[in-house]
């Protein structure tokens, strides 16, 4: 009796043919795997690529798979720490201007760059005809009466909390 090859050539399969019990890519090894590749400093897209499987791909299963999903937020977590580390132990105006920039951008609620800005404005109203005060009683463009002429101070800091001064609340 010959023997009857039952399974293709690595060369003959589709390339989707590896699928998982359910259908699809994802596996459930894969969370553990996101969460150590992550840790490294790694993205997220990058832990798909070593997995050779497209981000769109990946953050389909973080939609429909909740055990990858909460990886997915340990393994967020865990690739800012190598980057904090880096950060706080370089010694090289370079080496500190890329760890910020990786912060910025892995975590970028803790890191972004915050700009506040504040106008004061500051209108004389004895040099405003009747017209433009009746536009700004009644909420009208002030273009639609003419340029009214104003003063202002732009603030480009965190505006700083009002402290009563001692003795008085």
């Known amino acids: 009796m ?11 399969r589709h390339p989707n043919q590896n699928l998982g019990r359910n259908g699809t890519l994802y596996r459930p090894e894969y969370c553990e795997m996101a969460v150590e590749y992550m840790a490294k400093g790694h993205t997220l897209t990058a832990f798909a690529g070593s997995i050779n499987v497209s981000i769109d791909t990946v953050n389909g299963w973080v939609q429909r798979h909740p055990d990858f999903s909460l990886a997915i937020d340990r393994a967020r977590a865990k690739q800012v720490m190598p980057w904090e ?6 010694q090289r105006s370079g080496e500190v201007a890329a760890a910020i920039f990786a912060l910025k951008n892995s975590a970028p609620q803790e890191w972004r760059e915050v700009r506040y800005a504040s106008f ?6 004895r040099t405003l005809t009747d017209e433009q005060l009746l536009a ?21 800091e965190r505006p700083k909390p009002y402290r009563a001064p001692k003795g008085q609340k």
């Open 2 to 12: 010959p023997f009857k090859r039952t399974r293709p050539k690595a060369h003959e």
């Open 120 to 125: 004061d404005h500051n209108v004389n109203a």
């Open 136 to 156: 700004i009683a009644s909420g009208v463009r002030p273009a639609a009466v003419g340029a009214i002429d104003v003063q202002y101070n732009r603030l480009l």
């Open 85 to 90: 580390e880096k950060l706080m132990t370089s």
